[in-house]
């Protein structure tokens, strides 16, 4: 059974940079077909920030992130990254790392894509 731990959370100030973590034990990443970020917060549903195919390199972006966030991994070290740059307030969340050894055809956007889930970091983003 895998296990994802995120971590690199931390409150910015807006216009900030931060670099979100993700390491697993259990599995390694060539086991893994795709991993991603989504954020929550408080009161509102689970969003999707990014993803990247393990097995093309392809990268997906919510709208709301586009250009400000980079998904990537390091496949030596086993470590997902989320780079986060021009941080807003509305960033503000708890940031889980995803992954998952089979899509069953299911979006890269959907949460529903992935079985392994971390416990979460939070990412607190000042005005």
């Known amino acids: 059974q895998a296990q994802l731990v ?21 599995l390694t990443f060539s086991s893994f077909v795709a991993m991603g970020w989504f954020r929550r917060n408080p009161g509102k549903e689970r969003e999707f ?7 093309s390199g392809n990268t997906y972006y919510a709208d709301s992130v586009k250009g400000r966030f980079t998904i990537s991994r390091d496949g030596a070290n086993d470590t997902e ?12 969340a708890v940031y ?32």
């Open 49 to 55: 920030v990014a993803a990247i195919s393990l097995t």
């Open 81 to 92: 990254y989320l780079h986060m740059g021009s941080l807003k307030p509305e960033d503000t």
């Open 6 to 26: 995120e971590s690199g959370g931390g409150l910015v100030q807006a216009g900030d940079s931060l670099r979100l973590s993700c390491t697993a034990s259990g």
């Open 96 to 127: 889980y790392c995803a992954a998952t050894t089979w899509l069953a055809g299911l979006p890269f956007r959907s949460g529903s894509a992935y079985k392994y889930w971390g416990q979460g970091t939070q990412v607190t983003v000042s005005s």
